[in-house]
């Protein structure tokens, strides 16, 4: 999704993949049964619950695990669906949030693969050296990729011109990201160098005083210490 302002791209979540508890599931009890939990399901549980009382009561050791095993197996399927519902419905959460305001971008190899991964390798500077993009580039890029978002519709680009009208704008922002990629690397370096220089004259002011602030606190430190065998 590209957002309404400028700013990184909301990446829409696709299908759920299996995971450790899926994967541990279907080990125990075999593949999913699309089906969901039916009505031998329900007189397992029924019937295991029945026989896990008559246990209690009688007592008897032998109806008491027939009945918790029937109750097991009763609630495999069950407890299976309720877990896949809740997966599918965070996974439908995440999708409704990433896509929000904005326009959709189908991200398919080419020209709009190509875009995407100079938008991301834009913003990647803005997260990491703000101070090298300035917000008429940032402007610029959202433009970009918001126009071919707006002519694709969400679909891909289907003839010459409209791949030439994607490969023009793909190519504009790689050089642009190109030459803030050099930019932010002079940036940080004159940071650096700046640093090291306001440091080496706070070295020389402290050599000239006599003492730094770490000193200072040094011996406010040692004041409240009572001395040996004092009160």
Do not use: K, Y
């Amino acid at each position: 999704m590209v957002p309404e302002a400028p700013g990184p791209l909301r990446v829409v979540p696709g299908s759920r993949s299996p995971d450790e508890v899926d994967a541990l599931l279907d080990e125990l009890f075999g593949p999913d049964d699309e089906g969901g939990p039916g009505v031998a399901d329900a007189v397992l549980a029924t019937g295991g619950g029945g026989a896990v009382v008559a246990g209690i009561v009688v007592p008897s050791t032998v109806l008491l695990s027939a009945g918790v095993a029937a109750v097991l197996l009763g609630s495999v399927l069950p407890a299976r669906s309720l877990w896949r519902r809740a997966q599918r419905q965070r996974l439908a959460a995440r999708r409704e949030e990433a896509v929000g305001a904005g326009l959709p971008l189908r991200v398919t190899p080419g020209p709009v693969a190509d875009l995407v991964a100079a938008h991301r390798a834009l913003f990647a500077v803005v997260a990491a050296t703000p101070d090298a993009v300035g917000a008429e580039e940032r402007a610029a890029a959202h433009a970009a990729i918001a126009d071919v978002a707006a002519v694709l519709g969400g679909g891909t680009p289907h003839d010459d011109e409209e791949r030439a009208f994607v490969v023009e704008r793909a190519e504009a922002l790689a050089a642009l990201v190109a030459g803030v990629e050099a930019d932010a690397t002079t940036v940080g370096r004159d940071d650096l160098e700046r640093r090291r220089a306001r440091l080496a004259a706070r070295h020389e002011v402290d050599r000239i005083e006599g003492a730094s602030s770490a000193d200072r606190l040094r011996q406010l430190s040692a004041d409240r210490r009572p001395e040996p065998g004092g009160g």
